[in-house]
């Protein structure tokens, strides 16, 4: 009987669900449509809009009707759909929609995408994954396809990201929901996720609200404690959150948080207090959005306020929405009584509905169309194992390699094709990825230890193991539990013991599965978190075993003696390109670089060529500094300066150029609104990008931000970063955020002399370029140019804000600044303009070792592809690095040699160079040139600005111009 009548309501779902909300396929503006939809309510119906009803597409016919009917009778909101399928959600949402009144908003909590939830939905990695990555650029393209995947489903809000800082190892309830302990990585990636989706046209939602990760207690059960003082908060937990709200994320759910400094009335959590959600989060942090209470039926508040005052403390508290309060006829009839004893107001709740029927307008709702539910389930899976793959790869951690640089046999290295290899999987069968590869591509021995097994038996394996000799040992750690609980993630000490006797000088132990599971695993040998325990994750570590490629992820938080950050990194795709290389022919070059030093033209170098395609010089000579100090290597990232304009600037102005994105002829005024009435609103691209604009060379901004006794001014400066104070300039120098806006007009107002008419090299051209870029594609420059070119090139040391994916000491320090910033400048931008603006700018900005930088430049002389990736067509790179301009050498973007370059008596940039060549220089001592006549790509990188920026020798002593000539006499024999 109960079978019958739910197949009869579905007959009835997909026949009503034929003609849906025709009432509501409305063209009005904003406005009106807001105004009209209030006034067609009721006083219930208007509360009831402020209601979030929890549904689902697995549960049976009476679940089914109970939603319906707080629907149709009561005109809900908004639904929040939790476990089901996808086409069973897709016809209830049809079905729902069909029978309100007004239009409902449909959220879902899908962190990690739709298979959070449903069945038959592949799901997107974990936070915790993502959070081993070292740039943002996939963590937005997770969020893009995850938003498409929400919206293909008619979902418009995503509870996500959990920007929760995960600094409390024991929590039961965040943990690998995460992005890591570290605040600056959480904020990256949750603004980089945020970003992706409201890209793509859902609502993401930052919480819980002020910050979730550092309890002991699960507040589904609980009130969890969180006893810290406002500052502390300040300073970690609210971080992530100020910055999702300074990048616009449209609302915030607040977490049931019980904080004393915050509000230390009894039992009062956070998502029912004045103090939190109006005081600190609307009023402090300027917080304009949406918020929603984390859901009312959890025992954290559900059980100090039961039925419906609970949802009026909320709403007096300042919230919104209102998310699975007990009873919708209880909380309107709660509410009502609230407004009687003017504890509430009318006016309060029309503010509220009128908020929410705009945030609805906004997502579309105006103009409801039912979802189709054919290829339902091929469209949302259909991005998610390409995002899961690129992910895998680059969050792969090494955590620990007892012999990183080296193959020899009595230590675990890779490759290991031709050796003997055993894999011992942990609770894992023959079925498993990873032991299939193992077997077909190295024809390993594969074992299998249950952690149920006794110790006796897993024994047995081990005596085989130990007796057999192998060169190398797999041990793979699978079925690990996302939550320590009281089973130690499910690995059971037994398993434990027998990992103990193989864990030799030959094992490397491999673990699928939550990052702070390695805590069972201190004393490993070798150590690789593999995050996650499926084929992809599983081939992606087969594929590493089989070197082909090289692990860049770091951990995301700390576990055992291994700090957040911890990764073994080995650079490129062959490790020899890392060792030093050039032989007795390119002597001279060696003698070249020396003698930079030796006269202090610069600490140190990294000098680097490739012919035909093959790398046949790489060399670090010096040091950081000309005191005894440390040694610049192969692995030094350098501050590019201007070479940030070719870099990163230019080549993406050729990608949206062959997009049909951007057209050089038009004018600055057609991209960038703003310089309307202007002296810049009718400058051409081309003018722009040729430097002959006619803007001033340079602007020094931060004159402006001083003292006259060139002391920094007080009310523009912090020593840490604090709200409205997150720009970091240098150590301990944080600029107010709105600085950046008298830096724009400061350009805008600058003086300009006649377009087309004259040659000046100009800053401002870049800042200009860098900012068409953003608009165009709606992305910060520096997540488009790390999304579209450094990271499918595996460009890992390439991006900005270096500090953020490396350690200090692997950044060579540029000048020991005086006047300004007054300390050795290291891991900041150089540049003051780029500087002030946070670190990112059109023309500065851009940090990279040798190695990555030229894999760019590589794929630009291969006509723009690389490794069978194709980045850019052939015509667009002829055509932006040929010569443009009658008055000066420039071609768009790229440097080029002087036209008379063959008679001058001072060649430029080199004496052999063909007039094809194109590149840039860099101030802070660097360049990259590249000669399509003889296949040659040259860089040169140095911190020639240290001690001081007026050192002469690098120009004086013609050094990169130099060792460009001996390249060219040695590589080129007819010269």
Known sequence: MKNRRLYALWILILFTCQSIN?????????????????????????????????????????????????????????????????????????????????????????????????????????????????????????????????????????????????????NPVIGYRSFGEDKYKVARMGVAYM?????????????????????????????????????????????????????????????????????????????????????????QLGFKGLTFTDALEMQGVAKYFPGGTIAVEALIAG???????????????????????????????????????????????NQLSPISTGNLTEDLNAATNEVREKIARQALTVVKLINPNGFRNEFFGRPLTGKKVAYVGFNSDGSTALAQRLK????????????????????????????????????????????????????????????????????????????????????????????????????TAADWLASKFNATGTLPVTVCTWKYGTGVIQKGTDVSYMQPIGDARFAAVDSIAEEG??????????????????????????????????????????????????????????????????????????????????NKAKLTLEDIILHQAGMVPFIPFYKATLNPDRTVRPELYRNKAMEHFTTQVARDLYLRDDYKDSIWKTILESPAEPPGKKYIYSDNDFWFLGKIVETITKMPLEVYVQKTFYEPLHMTTTGFHPLERFPLNRIMPTEKETGFRNQLIQGTVHDEGAALAGGVAGHAGLFSDAYDLAKLYQMLLNGGELNGQRFLRWETIQYFI??????????????????????????????????????????????????????????????????????????????????????????????
């Open 597 to 678: 030093i030796k006269k202090k033209a610069y600490p140190g170098c990294v000098v680097l060529a490739a012919k035909d395609g093959q790398i046949i010089y790489h060399k670090a000579f010096g040091n950081y500094e000309y005191d005894p100090a440390q040694p610049t290597t192969l692995n030094s990232i350098f501050d590019l300066a201007s070479v940030t304009k070719v870099s990163a600037t230019t080549v993406s102005i050729m990608k949206l150029y062959e997009e049909g994105k951007i057209d050089l002829k038009k004018k600055l005024s057609d991209y960038l609104p703003w310089t309307k009435k202007t």
């Open 440 to 539: 077909q591509d190295l024809n390993a021995d594969v074992y299998y230890i249950r952690y149920s097994d006794a110790a006796g038996k897993g024994g047995t394996v081990v005596k085989k193991i130990l007796e057999g000799k192998y060169d190398a040992v797999i041990l793979g750690f699978h079925d690990v539990a996302l939550r320590k609980g009281s089973s130690n993630y499910g690995i059971s000490q037994t398993a434990l013991q027998n990992w103990q006797l193989l864990n030799r000088n030959n094992a490397v132990t491999l673990v699928f599965g939550n990052p702070l599971a390695l805590g069972n695993f201190c004393m490993a040998k070798s150590l690789v978190a593999a995050y996650e325990d499926d084929a992809v994750f599983q081939n």
């Open 882 to 975: 040929g010569y443009h301009s009658s008055i000066s050498r420039r071609g768009y973007g790229f440097d080029k040699p002087e036209k008379d370059n063959a008679t001058s008596s001072d060649p430029y940039p080199g004496t052999y160079v063909s007039p094809q060549t194109y590149g840039h220089t860099g101030f802070t001592g660097t360049c990259v040139w590249v000669d399509p006549k003889y296949n040659m790509v040259y860089v040169f990188l140095s911190n020639r600005v240290y001690p001081t920026r007026n050192s002469p020798g690098l120009s004086r002593l013609a050094i990169r111009r130099n060792i460009l000539d001996t390249l060219y006499k040695e590589l080129i024999p007819h010269l």
């Open 195 to 283: 970003r992706g989706m409201q890209d793509a046209g859902i609502m993401a939602s930052a919480k819980h609200f002020p910050g979730h990760g550092d309890v002991a207690v699960d507040s589904h059960l609980d009130l969890p404690v969180i006893n810290k003082t406002v500052d502390q908060l300040q300073e970690l937990e609210l971080y992530p959150f100020k910055e999702l709200i300074k990048a616009g994320v449209q609302s915030v759910m607040v977490g049931h948080l019980f904080v004393p400094s915050i509000d230390n009335t009894p039992h009062r959590a956070t998502s029912i207090s004045k103090n939190a959600v109006t005081g600190l989060l609307r009023n």
């Open 22 to 170: 025709a009432q509501y396929n409305s063209q009005l503006p904003a406005n009106k449509w807001v105004d009209s939809v209030y006034k067609s309510l009721s006083k219930d119906q208007r509360i009831a809009q402020l209601i979030i009803v929890r549904a689902h597409s697995n549960k049976g016919a009476d679940h089914i009707a109970a939603v319906a009917n707080d629907v149709k009778k009561y005109n809900v909101g908004a639904l929040c759909f939790f476990q089901g399928g996808p086409i069973r959600q897709a016809k209830l949402t049809n079905y729902y929609q069909q029978l309100a009144k007004t239009p409902i908003m449909i959220t879902i909590d899908g962190e990690y995408g739709l298979g959070m939830r449903l069945d038959s939905v592949i799901k997107f990695p974990y936070q915790m994954t993502v959070g081993a990555l070292s740039d943002t650029a996939l963590a937005y393209e997770m969020g893009l396809a995850v938003g498409r995947q929400h919206k293909r489903l008619g979902v418009h809000v995503n509870y996500a990201p959990v920007v929760d800082i995960n600094n409390n190892p024991n």
């Open 319 to 365: 919230n919104d929405m209102l998310c699975l309060p007990e009873s919708v006829p209880g909380t309107i009839k709660a509410v009502n009584e609230a407004i009687k004893k003017k504890r509430l107001s009318w006016n309060d709740i029309e503010l509220k509905v009128k908020k929410v029927l705009l945030a609805k307008y906004r997502l579309g709702l």
